[in-house]
């Protein structure tokens, strides 16, 4: 099983990007999916989740309102819209797979994309 994200960049205050991220083999449509964040000097955090068939979205508080997880099962894509986005939203975003139940728990997740960059400039 691979990941691999894309459509990171540099962006202004205020502008939008979307991520998405494709996963091979045969496990993305029975697998919840999420996106997580991690800025320089910082732990990596949650900042999406949703499950296996789409009904269900889950986000962290500060990305509320202005960000939105999708899937395509038969692309095997999830993709994270970004919106007015903000300097603090600068970080490298991963996406990740768990077999269980949509969670905002790094420790649930056991396949991981490579990252790719998100940079916002005020």
């Known amino acids: 099983v691979q990941l691999q994200a894309f459509g990171g960049g540099l962006v202004q205050a205020g502008g939008s990007l979307r991520l998405s991220c494709v996963v091979s083999?045969?496990?993305?449509?029975?697998?919840?999916m999420a996106w997580f964040r991690q800025a320089p000097g910082k732990e990596r955090e949650f900042v999406a989740a949703?499950?296996?068939?789409?009904?269900?979205?889950y986000y962290a508080d500060s990305v509320k309102g202005r960000f939105t997880i999708s899937r395509a099962n038969a692309k095997n894509t999830v993709y994270l819209q970004m919106n007015s986005l903000k300097p603090e939203d600068t970080a490298v975003y991963y996406c990740?797979?768990?077999?269980?139940?949509?969670?905002?728990?790094?420790?649930?997740?056991?396949?991981w994309g490579q990252g790719t960059l998100v940079t916002v400039s005020s």
């Open positions: 990740a797979r768990t077999g269980f139940v949509s969670s905002a728990s790094y420790d649930d997740y056991d396949y």
């Open positions: 083999g045969r496990i993305f449509s029975i697998s919840a």
């Open positions: 949703i499950s296996w068939r789409g009904g269900n979205t």
